[in-house]
């Protein structure tokens, strides 16, 4: 299977509420990736965690990373219905500069 | 600053049919340059990727082909669509600094009849 699972493939939730979405790899990385894709466009970068990194902040987005799980986590507080978007993990690798995608979870924020 | 353009935005084809995409980057030199495709709802798959002018590499064996003849653009092409080509199609670049930081375009939907 791919590099960089999503779960859950989609979510769905109220505005105000907190989203969680979690990302799983399965080999060594140098950093993980987060984007966001609103529906028909294309990806936009979010943030990035190193792999000597446990936890990022970027204004409502949180990002944690466990190396020994080899799983990531993005945090969105507070969300709005303008979250609402496809959300990506992409991992990239010791060697290179390709990114390795996930399937992506589709959040829907409720007004 | 940099940008990055894609078109067209949409295009139908027909089955058999030649393509060309293309998608140019403004205000850096020599970026990475990488094209994916997007099935419906699905995560992006990478199909090819250029680290400098006439430098292609293929990442799945298939109907498509690319071409970099300048240093900021990037060319997707197919001498005969099939249905199965239909799809999203993602231009992305880097600096190729080592962060992997991607920056991509707006993209292009393909539909192949």
């Known amino acids: 299977s791919q590099q960089g699972e999503e779960d859950p493939q989609a979510l769905s939730i109220q505005e105000g509420e907190n989203a969680t979405m979690n990302c799983s790899y399965k080999?060594?990385?140098?950093?993980l990736q987060w984007y966001r894709q609103n529906s028909g466009r294309g990806l936009v970068h979010l943030i990035l965690?190193?792999?000597?990194?446990r936890e990022k902040h970027s204004g409502r987005l949180r990002v944690t990373l466990d190396t020994s799980k080899k799983s990531s986590s993005l945090l969105i507080t507070a969300s709005r219905a303008a979250d609402t978007a496809s959300y990506f993990c992409?991992?990239?690798?010791?060697?290179?500069?390709?990114?390795?995608f996930g399937g992506g979870t589709r959040l829907m924020v409720k007004p | 600053s940099q940008t990055i353009h894609q078109w067209p935005a949409t295009l139908v084809q027909p089955v058999g049919s030649p393509l060309s995409l293309e998608c140019t980057v403004e205000?850096?030199?020599?970026?990475?340059l990488y094209w994916y495709r997007q099935a419906a709802g699905r995560g992006l798959q990478l199909l090819f990727y250029?680290?400098?002018?006439?430098?292609i590499s293929s990442e799945v064996p298939q109907n498509l082909s690319a071409s970099r003849p300048q240093d900021r653009q990037f060319i997707l092409s197919s001498k005969k669509l099939l249905l199965s080509d239909s799809g999203f199609y993602l231009c992305?670049?880097?600096?190729?600094?080592?962060?992997?930081?991607?920056?991509f375009g707006p993209g292009t939907r393909l539909t192949v009849l």
């Open positions: 992409a991992t990239l690798k010791g060697a290179g500069n390709m990114l390795t």
């Open positions: 205000g850096t030199s020599n970026p990475n």
């Open positions: 992305a670049w880097d600096s190729g600094q080592g962060r992997g930081e991607q920056f």
């Open positions: 080999t060594s990385i140098n950093n």
């Open positions: 250029s680290v400098g002018i006439g430098q």
């Open positions: 965690i190193r792999s000597n990194e």
